[in-house]
C-alpha cells in the first residue's frame, strides 16, 4: 500500500495565516491596541480579495504583476493578503475582459487595500466606540469598513468610486454578513447624508475637502493622509470637531500613508538635465530618513519636489527632482552637491531646514481652519497654506 501525504485545503491553511497575521500586526509600529489587532484578525480578509495581483521582481513600486487566484494557489494568496504590505487588486491598464488566474501584467494599482499596519493605527487615531457612526471614504474591499462594523457594533458605511469595486466588495460583504453599506460616489466631492462619529479616508488629498469635517458629528474625529504627492513624505491629519462646531487638527510626519486619489497622483521623474551640473560642498548632509518632520516641510515648502528613489538598500546619493526638470544629487555624507537645471534645489533645502531647526524641529504640526484656509503651522517662521485648488 502506497503512503500519499494529505495536501492542505484552504481552509487548512486560512487559520495559520490569520494567526501569523495578528502575531506580525502587533509588532507593526506604532500599533499598540490589542482590540483593533483582534478586529482584524478576525475579519477574513482573504474572502473579500479572492483574486489579487502579487507583486514580481525586487523593484517598489512594484510594476510587473501577476493575478493569483484563492482557489488556484492558496498558499501564495494567502501569504500575499495576510501580509504587512498593500495588496493591490486592481490595475490600470489592464486588458478588458476576464483575466485568467497565474497570467502577468504591467501596469499601475488603481485599487488597493492599504498596508495591515497604516490601517491599525487608523482605527487607533479614530478611537472607535461603540455605536460609533462610521464613514470610509475610499473603501475598495470594504476590509477597514468591516473591521470598523466589528468595533462598534453598527452598520458601518463604505464609499466607493469605482463601479466595479463596489459591486465585488458589498457582494462579498454581504457574504460574509458583515454589517457594511457600499456607497457608489466619489468621495472628494461629498459624502453621504447624516453626521458621523469617525470618518477615514483611505488615499491622500491634497488639503481635506470642505464637505468632509462639515460632516462630523459634535467630538467626531476625521484621519486622512496629505500628500503633495512626493512619494515617500507621508503627512496624517486628524481633525476634531467639538461640542461648539469648532475644527482643531494636527499634521503628523509619519512612517505610513495612502496613496493619492486617481486624479492627483504622484509627482512625474523628468529626465535630467543634460549639462554637467554646478557642483559645491553641502552645507547640510541629507538629514536621516527618520527625521520625517523635515521631508514633510520640504514636500510642501518646495512645491512640485520629490526624491528620486535608488535601488532597495542602495548607497546612492539622495537626488531631488522638480517638475521643472530641476535636479540635486547630494552625496550622504554631505560632501558634494551636484545641481542641475534653473533651481538650486538643495539650497532651497538647506534653508528650509534653518528654519524648520529654528522651529524647534518639528514632527508634529498644528492645524488651523479659518473659513476656507487650512494653514499648517509649526513654529516661528514656519507654516504655510494647503492648496485651494
Not at 495581483?53 to 482557489?71: C, E, I, N, Q, Y
Not at 509627482?267 to 536621516?288: E, H, K, T, W, Y
Amino acid at each position: 500500500m502506497t503512503e500519499t501525504s494529505s495536501i492542505p485545503t484552504p481552509a487548512a491553511m486560512e487559520a495559520p495565516a490569520r494567526s501569523a497575521f495578528g502575531t506580525a500586526l502587533a509588532q507593526e509600529p506604532g500599533v499598540h491596541d490589542p482590540a483593533v489587532v483582534e478586529a482584524m484578525t478576525r475579519v477574513p480578509r482573504h474572502l473579500l480579495m479572492p483574486r489579487l495581483f502579487a507583486p514580481l521582481g525586487s523593484d517598489r513600486p512594484a510594476r510587473r504583476w501577476r493575478l493569483v487566484d484563492l482557489g488556484d494557489e492558496p498558499e501564495l494568496h494567502l501569504a500575499v493578503c495576510y501580509g504587512m504590505d498593500q495588496v493591490v487588486v486592481q490595475l490600470d491598464g489592464r486588458p478588458p475582459g476576464p483575466l485568467m488566474a497565474g497570467d502577468e501584467f504591467t501596469g499601475v494599482p488603481s485599487g488597493q487595500s492599504s498596508g495591515a499596519g497604516l490601517l491599525a493605527v487608523t482605527l487607533q487615531d479614530l478611537r472607535l466606540a461603540p455605536e460609533d457612526c462610521f464613514l470610509e471614504l475610499g473603501a475598495c474591499t470594504g476590509y477597514l469598513s468591516a473591521v470598523a462594523a466589528d468595533l462598534t457594533g453598527r452598520q458601518a458605511t463604505g464609499v466607493e468610486i469605482d463601479r466595479e469595486l463596489a459591486r465585488d466588495a458589498a457582494q462579498r460583504l454581504a457574504a460574509l454578513g458583515a454589517d457594511v453599506r457600499i456607497v457608489v460616489r466619489d468621495g472628494l466631492r461629498g459624502v453621504p447624508e447624516g453626521l458621523w462619529d469617525a470618518v477615514a479616508a483611505s488615499f491622500a488629498v491634497r488639503r481635506i475637502p470642505a464637505a468632509w469635517p462639515r460632516r462630523l458629528a459634535p467630538g467626531g474625529r476625521l484621519r486622512t493622509t496629505v500628500t503633495t504627492g512626493a512619494p515617500g513624505w507621508h503627512a496624517t491629519a486628524l481633525v476634531h470637531r467639538d461640542e461648539h462646531g469648532t475644527l482643531s487638527g494636527r499634521l503628523t510626519a509619519e512612517l505610513w500613508g495612502h496613496v493619492p486619489d486617481r486624479a492627483g497622483g504622484w509627482i512625474p521623474l523628468p529626465q535630467a538635465p543634460a549639462d554637467g551640473g554646478r557642483r559645491r560642498s553641502a552645507v547640510l548632509a541629507p538629514p536621516v530618513p527618520f527625521e520625517r518632520g523635515f521631508w514633510v516641510a520640504l514636500a510642501h515648502n518646495l512645491p512640485g519636489v520629490r526624491r528620486a528613489w535608488g535601488a532597495p538598500g542602495s548607497e546612492d546619493d539622495i537626488v531631488l527632482v522638480a517638475r521643472d526638470g530641476s535636479r540635486a544629487a547630494v552625496a550622504r555624507d554631505g560632501s558634494r552637491v551636484v545641481e542641475r537645471g534653473p533651481r538650486n534645489l538643495w539650497q532651497e533645502a538647506e534653508e528650509l531646514h534653518a528654519r524648520w531647526t529654528a522651529a524647534g524641529k518639528p514632527v508634529e504640526y498644528r492645524l488651523e481652519f479659518t473659513g476656507p484656509v487650512q494653514r499648517v503651522v509649526g513654529g516661528p517662521g514656519l507654516s504655510w497654506e494647503l492648496p485651494m485648488g
